[in-house]
């Protein structure tokens, strides 16, 4: 629910893409997002980048200024173009290829600046805006979180890429200490608020090179 919170600031990425690995958890965001009163759309069939640009282009192209924001009853602000799909929908060059992909990193971080653009501003400089990336959780192979990072290297549009995971996640269940969270709970950090954490992204990519021993040995 929380990750809802980190939508980027329509105004500065008048597209977010929220991708989640397991259909599961594709199913609870639709709940997510209704309860959170933020409109969006599933999008169906294979997603490639040139399909995100095109997307991107439309929306900017669409309105000469932006549509009026919504907010939901928090007044949080939401984008007016979402869309959710799996994964599983990206489209990629084959890995060998993917060197010709742009070096540029995906940036990670809090929502973009808050600013607005003049409403009388007709025309839209595409270099001014991103594209939001939103991964609902991390996969247990890294691959496949590499995978995503890929596509966004592969937009035209420049990309705020965020993965969020849960510590109780099957992923870090069992390897976060528990006097740690204890520490957190007693300064006051809420079972919903965002951390990051260099530390706990180790513990993630540990965890993932563990399950790819475990996958290869069991083959």
Same mark, same amino acid.
């Given at each position: 629910q929380r990750m809802i919170r980190w939508l980027p600031d329509p105004s500065r990425s008048p597209l977010t893409l929220?991708?989640?690995?397991d259909p599961k958890t594709f199913e609870q965001l639709q709940t997510v997002l209704e309860q959170a009163?933020?409109?969006?759309?599933?999008h169906l069939g294979a997603m490639s980048p040139a399909v995100v640009n095109q997307m991107f282009d439309l929306q900017l192209s669409s309105q000469a200024a932006f549509p009026q924001i919504a907010a939901n009853q928090n007044n949080d602000i939401v984008p007016a173009r979402v869309y959710l799909a799996l994964t599983q929908q990206l489209s990629l060059p084959p890995r060998e290829d993917s060197r010709s992909? &742009?070096?540029r990193p995906a940036n990670s971080g809090p929502r973009l600046p808050a600013d607005r653009l &003049?409403?009388?501003r007709l025309s839209v400089n595409p270099a001014? #805006?991103?594209i939001g990336v939103l991964v609902a959780e991390r996969h247990s192979l890294r691959t496949q979180d590499d995978q995503v990072r890929? #596509?966004?290297r592969a937009l035209q549009p420049r990309c705020q890429l965020g993965f969020f995971v849960a510590l109780d996640d099957s992923l870090l269940a069992g390897k976060v200490d528990p006097a740690m969270q204890q520490l957190l709970e007693h300064y006051g950090m809420k079972a919903d608020e965002p951390l990051q954490s260099f530390l706990l992204e180790r513990l993630v990519r540990r965890s993932q090179?563990?399950?790819l021993r475990l996958l290869e040995n069991a083959e």
């Open positions: 929220i991708l989640a690995h009163d933020v409109k969006y759309q599933i992909l &742009p070096r &003049p409403a009388d001014d #805006f991103t890929d #596509f966004c090179r563990n399950a």
